[in-house]
């Protein structure tokens, strides 16, 4: 539901991040590992709303104006072959 003056009220609020990343495959040894980076800017997101804290527990805190992201992980064989 939006309110009269505009805003969105209780679990219709969200956020819409923008972002640049780069992924990649290696090898370490004979393992191939995939990794990747990535930052996003959050170009709209919801305030805090202090009264939401007060009254319930579904309180969802404002998120940060930037995300940083790494990750690894190794392939392995499939077992189901």
Same mark, same amino acid.
């Given at each position: &539901? =939006?309110?009269?003056? *505009?805003? !969105?009220? /209780?679990?219709?609020? #969200? @956020? =819409?991040?923008? /972002?640049?990343? +780069? #992924? *990649?495959?290696?090898?370490? *040894?004979? &393992? !191939? =590992?995939?990794?990747?980076?990535?930052?996003?800017?959050?170009?709209?997101? %919801? *305030?805090? +709303?202090? +009264? +939401?804290?007060?009254?319930?527990?579904?309180?969802?805190?404002? %998120?940060?104006?930037?995300?940083?992201? #790494?990750?690894?992980?190794?392939? @392995?064989?499939?077992? #189901?072959?």
């Amino acid at each position: &539901m =939006v309110s009269i003056e *505009g805003e !969105p009220e /209780g679990k219709e609020r #969200f @956020t =819409v991040p923008i /972002g640049l990343g +780069d #992924f *990649g495959l290696l090898k370490i *040894g004979a &393992m !191939p =590992v995939r990794w990747g980076i990535e930052a996003q800017y959050y170009i709209l997101k %919801p *305030g805090p +709303d202090a +009264d +939401d804290a007060l009254r319930n527990d579904s309180y969802i805190p404002s %998120p940060p104006n930037w995300n940083k992201t #790494f990750c690894i992980g190794p392939f @392995t064989m499939n077992p #189901f072959k």
